[in-house]
């Protein structure tokens, strides 16, 4: 099984940036998808961002397309996510999920259910 531990979270103003990292230890696969996904008190957890590696392949939620951006260092079996042009609506706890082997990732990609390792959350505050 797979470990995931998120880093990087904290109090941001709004326009501001921040780096999250998720670092995977265990048995992690090579090739897979990493996502993040953030969730507020109340709501369900909802997708930001994924990557299929080694393809390479990214996707965003609309709501944060050009404003942050996934990328991998596979020697440190670690992922980031640089988050720019922050919003007050972007406040949330994010989690860095692995996605299950042997699912399709164009399909599901998305959806929390692809997913079978999460990592405790790291909280993101951006104040207006």
């Known amino acids: 099984q797979v470990q995931l531990a998120e880093s990087g979270g904290g109090l941001v103003q709004s326009g501001g940036s921040l780096r999250l990292s998720c670092a995977a230890s265990g048995r992690v696969f090579r090739n897979t998808a990493w996502a993040w996904f953030r969730q507020t008190p109340g709501k369900e957890r909802e997708f930001v961002a994924s990557?299929?590696?080694?393809?390479?392949?990214?996707d965003y939620a609309d709501s944060v397309k050009d404003r942050f951006t996934l990328s991998r260092d596979n020697a440190k079996n670690t992922v980031y996510l640089q988050m720019s042009s922050l919003k007050p609506e972007d406040t949330a706890v994010y989690y860095c999920?692995?996605?299950?082997?042997?699912?399709?990732?164009?399909?599901?990609?998305?959806?929390?259910?692809?997913?079978?390792?999460w990592g405790q959350g790291t909280q993101v505050t951006v104040s207006s």
């Open positions: 999920g692995s996605m299950a082997p042997g699912t399709v990732y164009s399909d599901n990609y998305s959806s929390t259910r692809a997913y079978d390792a």
């Open positions: 990557i299929l590696w080694p393809a390479g392949r990214s």
